[in-house]
């Protein structure tokens, strides 16, 4: 017999014939005459419904184990289901013994409480959509970047480079080596990657688009819901470019073009795709920093941290903000120059110091992504180094100013942040396979 993947059964197209499917146990009912079990094989939500003579019962079988069944695919009698599978010969592959088995037939367990579990939670409903949704919304980030003229290149995980300077670093070396430079396995300290932004600068000296997709690193010691150790990030460079409205420009297009996946929505309430969807429709407001804290001082609401010019926004603050214009994605610009990294262009025609940097805060999640113009002049990127003692570190860097230097900029999007956005999923963890974050490497 043909052998069938259950969401293919679905589509009328086999009915009648003679099919085999493989999979796991979702629901299991004996009764005196029949017994009825549906079946998932991951390929959707869908299970397909199984009814077998009572006879075929096999003390193996129930909730959880693995099978192989044959049989005939048939319209239902019933209304619930289009079609469901006549067995002939019903084959345990693996059983699960109901008693260990964490998950329970019939129960709706939480996030929270399938999360203990990250090696047994791809076979619950919630997390397997996740999973597929994930994957999905992964291929979209590539066929955006790919239909928009954007070069895919991989940057490196492995780096001597900090590109945002924020001492979270993982340093890299075999088992059993001191960490002084001689002895080590590089020479000099290297770290798993940050960001893969510098190396995309590189390459934006020759390709005027490109980007990349790939793990991130951060020994960020929090244990909020929207911060792991290792998350993966969407970042795009852009050449021949002034103006931080050609950023905020790709943004919009892309949130709308990656969002053909909430059509996969199946965690979230309903109402959530028309939020979405209505959310995506309206033009994201692009507020200043200076006028975002005229704002926040302006409110009544009480922070726990401070507002004053020249502070750094709080997830408090950002969750504010985007309440404030209506709860729609916003855009903060031109933060204080001292707030950002050595590579953000000094707006040097302002008249407060700021940097030509620009944050995209989001419902739910605060930021989502963050960007800037890139110094490209010489004189002042090298004084810029020189402030933080780094000018020998990135002679290479000043290179790029030096030979065939263009003005440009890019942005960097945490993925798991904007599916916690689409999905409105609260914590962090729940939207990535295997979570890395303090005190936590499970697996
Ligand atoms: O704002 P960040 O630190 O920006 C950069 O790294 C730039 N070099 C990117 C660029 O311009 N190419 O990080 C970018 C985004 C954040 O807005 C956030 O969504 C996500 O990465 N992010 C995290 N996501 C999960 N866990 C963490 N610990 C994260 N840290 C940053
Ligand atoms: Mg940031």
Not at 202 to 212: E, Q
Request: negative net charge; glycine residues 6%; charged residues 25%.
């Amino acid at each position: 017999p043909t052998k069938l993947r259950v969401s293919e059964a679905f589509l009328d197209a086999q009915v009648g014939e003679k099919v085999r499917i493989q999979g796991w146990v979702r629901s299991f009912r004996p009764q005196k005459q029949n017994l009825f079990l549906h079946v998932n094989d991951g390929s959707s939500l869908k299970s397909l419904q199984v009814i077998a003579p009572a006879a075929m019962n096999d003390p193996l079988l129930g909730f959880g184990c693995a099978v192989e069944v044959r049989g005939i695919l048939k319209k239902s009698p019933h209304s619930k289901q289009p079609v469901e599978l006549e067995a002939e010969q019903i084959w345990v592959i693996g059983e699960c013994n109901p008693v260990d088995f964490p998950f329970k037939i019939k129960e709706r367990h939480s996030l929270e409480y399938i999360r203990q579990f990250l090696h047994l939670r791809c076979r619950t409903n919630a997390f397997s959509s996740l999973l597929r949704i994930r994957s999905e919304a992964t291929a979209a980030v590539h066929s955006y970047f790919k239909n928009n003229g954007f070069l895919l290149v991989h940057t490196p995980t492995i780096t001597s480079n900090d590109c945002e300077g924020a001492g979270e670093l993982f340093q890299v070396e075999p088992p059993g080596t001191t960490f002084a430079n001689e002895g080590s396995f590089f020479s000099v300290p290297v770290y798993l990657t940050v960001s893969g932004q510098l190396h995309l600068e590189v390459m934006s000296g020759a390709f005027p688009r490109v980007y990349t997709f790939g793990p991130t690193f951060r020994a960020e010691n929090s244990q909020s819901r929207r911060h792991l150790a290792e998350f993966f990030m969407v970042e795009a460079e852009i050449s021949f470019t002034e103006s931080i409205e050609d950023l905020t420009k790709v943004w919009k297009t892309a949130a709308s073009d990656f969002t053909i996946i909430s059509a996969y929505i199946f965690l979230s309430p309903l109402h959530l795709k028309d939020t979405l969807d209505d959310m995506l429709r309206k033009s994201f407001p692009v507020i200043t920093y200076t006028e975002a804290i005229d704002i926040l001082k302006r409110s009544s609401e009480t922070f726990t941290f401070p507002t004053d010019w020249g502070c750094d926004l709080m997830t408090e603050h950002e969750k504010f903000l985007v309440k404030h214009c209506g709860n729609i994605p916003v855009f903060v610009t031109d933060y204080p120059h001292d707030l950002k990294p050595f590579y953000a262009r000094d707006n040097q025609d302002h008249p407060k110091h700021t940097a030509a940097a620009v944050d995209l805060l989001v419902p739910g999640v605060g930021e989502l992504s963050g960007g800037s113009l890139r110094e490209e002049r010489l004189d002042l990127l090298r004084s810029r180094l020189g402030e933080c003692g780094l000018e020998d570190t990135y002679s290479w860097y000043l290179d790029l100013r030096r030979f065939g230097s263009v003005p440009h900029g890019g942005f960097g999007l945490g993925f798991e942040r904007y599916l916690q956005c689409i999905l409105g999923v609260d914590n962090i963890k729940d939207v990535i396979p295997f979570p890395r974050f303090s005190h936590s490497c499970l697996l």
